[in-house]
């Protein structure tokens, strides 16, 4: 069963920083592109930040020189380094393993989280 677990949510000021964690199982994460997504209330869920399986990262403009994707094969998670938060930033955080395989003959599949909330007031 595959599970993809998000952490470090919370409230924070502007200006402020908090650090997410994906936990996963279940898929072979070193083979995984992972990626963040936000969905704010009212609007889409947006692209915030992805990590090829070889580590190399992509953002999203409104986060670059904000925030950092990184990854811990060892560990099967990744994160997301959110600094100088603002309010623009409040939204549900999604992680994503993008086309992940739970063997290595399995066809790759999106998984998705549950989020996590981030809320930054003014």
């Known amino acids: 069963q595959v599970q993809l677990v998000e952490s470090g949510g919370g409230l924070v000021q502007a200006g402020g920083s908090l650090k997410l964690s994906c936990a996963t199982s279940g898929i072979i994460f070193s083979l995984s592109a992972m990626s963040w997504h936000r969905q704010a209330p009212g609007k889409e869920r947006e692209l915030v930040a992805g990590?090829?399986?070889?580590?190399?990262?992509n953002y999203e403009d409104s986060v670059k020189g904000r925030f950092t994707i990184s990854r811990d094969n060892a560990k099967n998670t990744v994160y997301l380094q959110m600094n100088n938060l603002k309010p623009d930033d409040t939204a549900v955080y999604y992680c994503?393993?993008?086309?992940?395989?739970?063997?290595?003959?399995?066809?790759?599949?999106?998984?998705w989280g549950k989020g996590t909330l981030v809320t930054v007031s003014s």
């Open positions: 990590i090829t399986r070889n580590s190399d990262p």
């Open positions: 994503k393993a993008d086309r992940g395989r739970t063997t290595l003959l399995s066809r790759g599949m999106d998984y």
